[in-house]
């Protein structure tokens, strides 16, 4: 089992910046990718940065150029530093995890708002 505890969300201005964390625990070794995911109001949940084992980044088009997703192995600990955020930015994020077996597991989310 993984558990998943982001933080870092809130309220923004259009063109500032946040870095949503998220801590691991349980059994971490077992994980081979972590990303995050976010879900506006009326939308599907879209993966918007992935990482994997071996420290490959991916981005969607929507946050590429403007965000950057880092893991510290030693602090079971992912990152997602989000710059230029934009009011379409706002959503839910959700932090990500698949471990060997191909099991998924989420954080419970935290609230990104960009609104002036």
């Known amino acids: 089992q993984v558990q998943l505890v982001e933080s870092g969300g809130g309220l923004v201005q259009p063109g500032g910046s946040l870095r949503l964390s998220c801590a691991a625990s349980?059994?971490?070794?077992?994980?081979?990718?972590m990303g995050w995911y976010r879900q506006a109001p009326g939308k599907q949940r879209e993966l918007v940065a992935g990482?994997?084992?071996?420290?490959?980044?991916n981005y969607a088009d929507s946050l590429k150029g403007r965000s950057t997703i880092s893991r510290d192995n030693a602090k079971d600990m992912l990152y997602l530093q989000m710059n230029s955020l934009k009011p379409e930015d706002t959503a839910v994020y959700y932090c990500h995890a698949v471990n060997r077996r191909a099991v998924f597991y989420w954080g419970q989310g935290t609230q990104v708002t960009v609104s002036s």
């Open positions: 349980g059994s971490t070794e077992s994980i081979v990718f």
């Open positions: 990482i994997a084992g071996g420290g490959t980044t």
